[in-house]
């Protein structure tokens, strides 16, 4: 009796209920897994592993990869090489030993084999729980996706070893569950680069596309072109096959996304080719009236942004760069970007000279650009790649081109049902950035966590493939790789759940964290690193706010003063302004130098994971007006307020969704003020130049996303010289680092 009792408590906590077949039991109700099953018979009772369970593979498939479905980039590997990755998983999951076999299977054992599954299509499978667990499908990728329901469900059972009884035949709506990850804006440990990998294949999402290219960066690193990537921040060829290995293990493909033409500064630089440089073969002796220079761009980017279409060279550029890295990846998709190409190169002089010359060809912009999308997917086309681009081409008069049907359009502003798009195949990325992760203060770009699970239906049409939750890096070049996942990680296994099963739930959105929290990480994975703790009197970061080149590794793609970079000369998180309303560096003769915020949205962005407390933060400032919510730091968790919400001025901190906190003390006008905050566990002190000003009885996290605060609320005024100290500070120290606060020196907590 008791070890009945036992089994009816491990499926309680699976979400399932049994009762005793003797008695005339209910039927077990689906487990609770990520993404949903799309089907569930519930049987009765439990299955459960013990010292005696093998693994025992169909011996008739076990060199097979599939009995007949597939679809382009499905993983390649054969059913034992996935049994194999089965079993290191159980290990790491149970903490058990299962060994491999074949032959007869006996009760308690698990089954795995390729056979004819209807219903389950290329990537789905027929999980059975009943004297044995049953693992079929079509292909070797099912079978992998169906040992992560079973490894799932395991992990929840307190001793990881029961299963409910029950069929499911679970199969995706999509064939394309992506994530986009911006490396040209921004660097990603290898590492790291692994665990969302590894992500992926645990909540059964198939793509990740590395957008290796962009203005800012270009991140493959090979000696065919020296100096176009820097080797501390790109990726090798081994590196990259790694990722592809890895990838082939959990079922993820690897797409290369580059950025042709548009989005282009650091390949046209390289190269010479960008609209600025003139359309000589040799890309040298652009003068005036063969360039299209500021004027004709956006106003935050320079001419270079985009590769210029009237050089030879352009085309022939970019076919070297393709044939270079194309044998990197084994992805049969290659994006090119293809988007946000200004339209204001029509009105260039250079430009309309190029399509008077040739008025068979062009009239237009729209025709110059398509032209050039067409001859990128010929030469992909035959390198046996399909071309994926960005949506935007079709805003664009065009009278004389159109783009190919063949290519696939990523449709970012809406949600692949436009007309416009009708003849291509087509993944969501929209619409309205509510599939966007661009975590800075000025695009406020955040996954609508409550429309992809509650709302997002996606369109049943056959041509949209599939779609996804994309990280772009703006105004974070230099964020943690830890910032970015932590928010990234719940909308996208959001994601993936409503593109494998397209059914609106009926559960919450914080249902559906617990539920993502309960099946843990994957197998393999090691967990986003945050900095260690330190205590040595030295800050962790220490901003002189003085102007200062791009870290090595980065390109400047920006006309000053927009995306200035705010170097960190102490640690190893650098900052960027904004493209509207920038704060500006200026000499100032008290401080030397400062940033000057004029209130209105300006910020900087960080991308730091918050500090918990103890913590040390100071700063000279000097506010030369009033902002009635003035933003010193902020993040999604709280902000450091130089002026706090209804109290007059006064400084405070904030814990969003909490409370506001305020000291009884104003900053004055037009007078630099060596300002200081030290926060323990429940209790936060404010010093002016070294003097106490009073204590409220209440911490936050010290915020590391911005200077400036996502409402758009940051002060008038200048800031210098502002450190960060990853441990609070006594009073004395306090007062000694006021009184050695020399301009631009790192201060240092002496004792």
């Known amino acids: 009796m008791r070890r009945r009792m036992l089994t009816v408590v491990a499926i309680l906590l699976l979400g399932g209920v049994v009762v005793d077949p003797a008695a005339g039991a209910e039927m077990n109700?689906?487990?609770?897994?990520?993404?949903?099953?799309?089907?569930?018979?519930?049987?009765?009772?439990?299955?459960?592993?013990?010292?005696?369970?093998?693994?025992?593979?169909?011996?008739?498939?076990?060199?097979?990869?599939?009995?007949?479905?597939?679809?382009?980039?499905?993983s390649q590997r054969t059913l034992r090489q996935v049994a194999t990755t089965v079993a290191?998983?159980?290990?790491?999951?149970?903490?058990?030993?299962?060994?491999?076999?074949?032959?007869?299977?006996?009760?308690?054992d698990i089954v795995v084999g390729l056979a004819a599954t209807a219903g389950a299509g290329a990537e789905g499978y027929r999980l059975e729980v009943g004297n044995q667990i049953t693992i079929t499908a079509n292909t070797s990728a099912g079978v992998f996706y169906g040992s992560?329901?079973?490894?799932?469900?395991?992990?929840?059972?307190?001793?990881?070893?029961?299963?409910?009884?029950?069929?499911?035949?679970?199969?995706?709506?999509?064939?394309?569950?992506?994530?986009?990850?911006?490396?040209?804006?921004?660097?990603?440990?290898?590492?790291?680069?692994?665990?969302?990998?590894?992500q992926l294949g645990w909540t059964k999402q198939n793509v990740l596309m590395m957008h290796i290219?962009?203005?800012?960066?270009?991140?493959?690193?090979?000696?065919a072109f020296p100096g176009l990537a820097d080797p501390a921040s790109s990726y090798t060829k081994e590196q990259i096959q790694h990722f592809i290995e890895l990838g082939a293990e959990n079922n993820v493909q690897v797409i290369p996304a580059f950025e042709f033409p548009g989005h282009a500064q650091t390949t046209s630089d390289y190269f010479k080719i960008g609209f600025g440089d003139g359309p000589n073969a040799d890309g040298s002796g652009a003068t005036a009236d063969n360039t299209c220079g500021q004027q004709y761009t956006y106003g935050w980017v320079k001419p270079g942004f985009t590769i210029n279409?009237?050089?030879?060279?352009?085309?022939?550029?970019?076919?070297?760069?393709?044939?270079?890295?194309?044998?990197?990846?084994?992805?049969?998709?290659?994006?090119?970007?293809?988007?946000?190409?200004?339209?204001g190169l029509a009105a260039c002089p250079a430009l309309k000279k190029y399509i008077a010359a040739n008025p068979d060809r062009f009239s237009t912009l729209g025709d110059v650009l398509s032209d050039y999308i067409n001859a990128v997917d010929a030469h992909l086309t035959q390198a046996g790649k399909r071309t994926v681009i960005y949506n935007g081409f079709e805003h664009m008069s065009r009278p004389k081109q159109t783009v190919n049907t063949d290519v696939i359009v990523?449709?970012?502003?809406?949600?692949?049902?436009?007309?416009?798009?009708?003849?291509?195949?087509?993944?969501?990325?929209?619409?309205?950035?509510?599939?966007?992760?661009?975590?800075?203060?000025?695009?406020?770009?955040?996954?609508?966590?409550?429309?992809?699970?509650?709302?997002?239906?996606?369109?049943?049409?056959?041509?949209?493939?599939?779609?996804?939750?994309?990280?772009?890096?703006?105004y974070n070049m230099w964020a943690q790789d830890k910032f970015l996942e932590d928010l990234a990680a719940v909308p996208r296994a959001m994601t993936g759940d409503r593109l494998w099963n397209a059914t609106v739930p009926t559960d919450s959105t914080a249902a559906f964290a617990t539920r993502l929290a309960r099946i843990g990480t994957p197998p393999g994975y090691t967990g986003f690193a945050t900095p260690p703790r330190k205590n040595d009197g030295t800050p962790i970061h220490f901003y002189p706010m003085k102007p200062g080149p791009y870290p090595v590794g980065w390109t400047d793609a920006a006309p000053a003063p927009n995306v200035r970079p705010v170097l960190d000369t102490a640690g190893k998180l650098p900052g960027s302004t904004y493209i509207v309303t920038v704060p500006k560096f200026v000499s100032d003769?008290?401080?030397?130098s400062a940033l000057r915020f004029a209130g209105s949205g300006d910020g900087v962005g960080f991308g730091g994971v918050d500090i918990a407390e103890p913590w040390t933060f100071s700063t000279w400032v000097r506010?030369?007006?009033?902002?009635?919510?003035?933003?010193?730091?902020?993040?999604?968790?709280?902000?450091?307020?130089?002026?706090?919400?209804?109290?007059?001025?006064?400084?405070?901190?904030?814990?969003?969704?909490?409370?506001?906190?305020?000291?009884?003390?104003?900053?004055?006008?037009?007078?630099?003020?060596?300002?200081?905050?030290?926060?323990?566990?429940?209790?936060?002190?404010?010093?002016?130049?070294?003097v106490q000003q009073g204590v409220v009885n209440a911490s936050i996290p010290l915020p590391m996303q911005a200077l400036g605060q996502k409402n758009g609320s940051t002060l008038n005024g200048d800031i210098s010289d502002m450190a960060i100290y990853d441990q609070a500070a006594t009073p004395q120290q306090v007062a000694a680092q006021h009184r050695d606060s020399s301009p631009g020196r790192v201060p240092v907590l002496a004792g």
């Open 309 to 343: 279409l009237t050089n030879p060279r352009a085309l022939t550029v970019t076919k070297q760069v393709l044939n270079e890295f194309l044998p990197w990846f084994s992805s049969p998709y290659v994006q090119i970007g293809g988007d946000e190409v200004p339209p």
């Open 148 to 198: 992560r329901t079973m490894l799932q469900i395991l992990r929840q059972d307190p001793a990881h070893a029961t299963l409910p009884r029950g069929v499911t035949t679970d199969a995706p709506a999509k064939p394309i569950r992506m994530f986009t990850l911006d490396l040209g804006r921004k660097f990603w440990e290898p590492g790291d680069i692994d665990n969302v990998i590894r």
């Open 410 to 474: 990523m449709d970012w502003e809406g949600d692949g049902s436009g007309p416009a798009l009708a003849a291509y195949d087509r993944i969501q990325s929209g619409p309205n950035r509510k599939l966007y992760l661009t975590p800075n203060n000025y695009h406020k770009a955040y996954p609508d966590q409550d429309w992809i699970y509650r709302q997002w239906q996606p369109a049943p049409d056959g041509k949209l493939l599939g779609g996804g939750i994309h990280v772009w890096n703006d």
């Open 213 to 223: 290219a962009d203005a800012e960066g270009f991140r493959l690193n090979s000696p």
């Open 88 to 108: 290191a998983d159980l290990t790491t999951v149970t903490g058990r030993v299962y060994p491999i076999t074949e032959g007869a299977a006996r009760a308690g």
């Open 623 to 690: 506010r030369t007006a009033d902002n009635r919510d003035a933003t010193l730091l902020s993040a999604p968790t709280g902000a450091i307020k130089l002026q706090q919400w209804k109290t007059q001025a006064r400084f405070g901190i904030t814990r969003f969704g909490v409370a506001d906190y305020s000291f009884n003390y104003t900053v004055p006008l037009n007078t630099w003020v060596h300002i200081t905050l030290v926060a323990t566990p429940g209790r936060t002190t404010l010093y002016a130049d070294g």
């Open 589 to 592: 003769p008290v401080r030397g």
């Open 29 to 74: 109700a689906a487990p609770p897994v990520v993404p949903r099953l799309t089907s569930w018979t519930g049987g009765q009772g439990a299955a459960v592993l013990t010292a005696g369970s093998r693994i025992v593979v169909d011996s008739v498939t076990a060199e097979e990869t599939t009995v007949g479905p597939t679809s382009q980039g499905l």
